[in-house]
């Protein structure tokens, strides 16, 4: 991930990415289903692209690995056989990402936008900003499982995003930074997908 830049209003150091795979449970997780939601907000775009590496890994790196270890196996003494033990951890590794991904999926809400949110900050918007030396700057808030700060993507619970909740264009807001607070004006909102109601 590229760090962002200089300019940028958000700093990385208050996104912290989630915790995870750190179960050292060896266990075969059982085959993951699509499931039902509830807890921390997610974008529909953000809970499509956890469903679908939990997908990957289930349905291709899993049995590719499988294979892998059975043909290294195969080969003789497990304990000098670098191919069987490198199988091994890294099949230890795509099944506690298995089971990480099979709990978020598990503890995730999908938030779709209203049309009644247009032209205000929530959960899902993409937004533009103008600090107070002119420069401006566009993000989208996000759960704290779709992160991703060269991408423009902050995390709902980022100082910035929850100095901008609710905020109309046109509004201004402080945010705290790192180096201080700073002015912001909201310059444009919009949502991913969503059109204005016609009258």
Do not use: C
């Amino acid at each position: 991930m590229r760090p962002p830049r200089a300019d940028d209003v958000v700093s990385k150091a208050f996104v912290k990415e989630p915790e995870g795979d750190e179960d050292e449970d060896d266990e075969v997780p059982s085959d993951p289903a699509p499931r039902q939601k509830g807890g921390n907000h997610i974008t529909k775009e953000g809970y499509r692209a956890l469903q679908a590496e939990l997908d990957r890994l289930w349905k291709v790196e899993r049995p590719r690995v499988t294979e892998e270890v059975s043909v290294a196996a195969a080969q003789g003494d497990r304990s000098e056989n670098a191919e069987y033990i490198y199988g091994k951890k890294k099949l230890r590794e795509i099944d506690r990402r298995i089971r990480f991904l099979t709990r978020r999926l598990d503890a995730v809400t999908v938030v779709e936008p209203q049309k009644e949110q247009l032209g205000k900050v929530f959960f899902g918007a993409w937004f533009t900003i103008e600090d107070e030396d002119g420069v401006e700057s566009t993000y989208r808030i996000v759960g704290t499982d779709e992160i991703d700060v060269a991408n423009k993507r902050i995390s709902i619970r980022s100082p910035l995003a929850q100095a901008l909740l609710g905020k109309a264009e046109g509004d201004g807001a402080v945010v705290d930074r790192p180096k201080g607070a700073t002015e912001v004006t909201v310059v444009k909102v919009w949502y991913d997908n969503v059109e204005p109601s016609r009258s």
